[in-house]
């Protein structure tokens, strides 16, 4: 079992940046790949950022080049810096893990975070 919790959330003006954390606990955090997920009002939720446990990585082409997605694991941490943010990266953002790099990608990791707002402002 692994249990996350974001943090970092919040309002900020277009162009703006946020940096949004997850504490994970209650497993060995760096046998986990680890990702970022967002769900927009009626839309569907999407994977934003993901990096495996030997530092590979996937970004949302949305995203590419503005975000960046980071682990600390002695700190059992997970980052997502968000620069230069649009008005569309508006959504709540959830942290998610998986012991499987396919999984964390294909919108099936197992464990889940309760989600984080971020609102951006144009």
């Known amino acids: 079992q692994v249990q996350l919790v974001e943090s970092g959330g919040g309002l900020v003006q277009a162009g703006g940046s946020l940096r949004l954390s997850c504490a994970a606990s209650?497993?060995?955090?760096?046998?986990?790949?680890m990702g970022w997920y967002r769900q927009a009002p009626g839309k569907q939720r999407e994977l934003v950022a993901a990096i495996s446990r030997g530092g590979a990585f996937k970004y949302a082409d949305s995203v590419k080049g503005r975000f960046t997605i980071s682990r600390d694991n002695a700190k059992n941490t997970v980052y997502l810096q968000m620069n230069s943010l649009k008005f569309e990266d508006t959504a709540v953002y959830y942290c998610a893990a998986d012991p499987e790099w396919y999984q964390m990608i294909t919108s099936h990791p197992d464990y889940w975070g309760q989600g984080t707002q971020v609102t951006v402002s144009s």
């Open positions: 209650g497993s060995i955090f760096s046998s986990y790949a």
